[in-house]
């Protein structure tokens, strides 16, 4: 390195040993890791650093939307769908109080036979702070995948604008995290519990992007059809790849809504009795905030006789395949960005 006399000044890159002999020692400033700071395994970190597909997995719905042991064995046939796509699985929960994103078989185990409480975003820093498991609803899922640097996630159904909400000012923190998280969300629309069209006014407003994968009508979850038109559609994963490339760039998430396959859709009849009856009886339990989708999901499967569960995973399985080989298309889209021309 050149020398440069004490206190004067060169043109070279020595200035600021040169400065620097004149000052008094400053210690530096280490920022600490956050306690949110997602704890990614091996193989996903592995891929997103090649630039590889990746597909995060939320796991509220193996904590609380499926009974043992069929929540076990769907998370197993998420993560082989995602797979024999060309893409990696990263479920997400929070375990020790430790975000993680990527959970080997044991932690599936403990996310499927423990009784976890379910986080949202502002439960993570609680649940952090405390040590406690958690499993991520979508909004939590979302923003550690965004934090991980995963750009597609999986799921069944998005969270909305509670029926009543005029009243009870119950709208779903997905909407919000979706308005300021830049992730591509593959599901089934909104659960028919909710109200959809405040639902879809909603992201809107927030700038959120929504998109019908071969569908001009938003998806009811149970039912294909939900009876509100989409405003863009795409029938094909380059194609929704190529919106979300540049649909980023805004900061914001986009839903990519998805019919449930024809096959499993839940009969119409079947679905207005168990909505009525389900909508009936939470409001004769006082049942409130977070705990009235767990419980109408259960009054549906129980009424349904099992019939809705098999609609359930029948859905996020497509949703999951769907979002690899949306995940696969990205990365190539990425690829060539980067390559030399």
């Not at 389900?278 to 129980?302: N, Q, S, W, Y």
Request: proline share 5%.
């Amino acid at each position: 390195m050149e020398s440069v006399p004490s206190g004067r000044v060169s043109t070279s890159g020595s200035v600021w040993v040169a400065m620097s002999s004149m000052m008094p020692h400053v210690t530096e400033h280490v920022v600490p890791r956050s306690p949110l700071a997602p704890v990614v395994s091996q193989e996903v970190a592995d891929a997103l650093a090649e630039g590889r597909a990746v597909v995060a997995l939320e796991s509220t719905l193996l904590a609380h939307g499926l009974p043992a042991p069929r929540n076990r064995e769907t998370a197993d046939v998420l993560e082989r769908a995602v797979r024999a796509r060309g893409a990696v699985p990263a479920t997400v929960a929070v375990l020790d109080g430790r975000p993680r994103v990527g959970l080997d078989a044991t932690a599936l185990d403990r996310v499927c036979a423990g009784d976890l409480v379910k986080l949202s975003v502002r439960d993570l820093g609680a649940a952090a702070g405390l040590g406690r498991d958690g499993a991520t609803t979508v909004a939590a899922t979302a923003w550690l995948a965004a934090a991980a640097g995963i750009a597609l996630f999986a799921t069944g159904g998005l969270g909305g604008v509670h029926r009543g909400a005029r009243e009870s000012w119950d709208v779903s923190a997905d909407l919000g995290v979706l308005a300021r998280t830049p992730v591509a969300v593959v599901c089934s629309g909104v659960k028919s519990l909710l109200d959809v069209g405040a639902t879809l006014e909603v992201l809107e407003t927030d700038s959120v992007g929504v998109l019908g994968y071969r569908t001009d009508t938003f998806p009811g979850f149970y039912r294909r059809d939900s009876g509100h038109p989409v405003p863009w559609r795409a029938d094909t994963p380059a194609q929704v790849a190529a919106v979300w490339a540049a649909h980023r760039a805004t900061g914001s998430g986009l839903v990519v809504a998805q019919p449930v396959p024809v096959a499993d859709e839940l009969d119409e009849a079947l679905h207005d009795r168990l909505l009525g009856g389900g909508l009936a009886m939470v409001a004769e339990r006082g049942i409130v905030g977070k705990d009235v989708t767990p419980a109408l999901l259960e009054h549906f499967h129980t009424g349904s006789g099992g019939a809705s569960l098999a609609t359930n995973v029948a859905l996020v399985t497509a949703n999951a395949g769907l979002a690899a080989d949306v995940a696969v298309a990205l990365a190539a889209v990425d690829r060539a960005r980067l390559s030399p021309r």
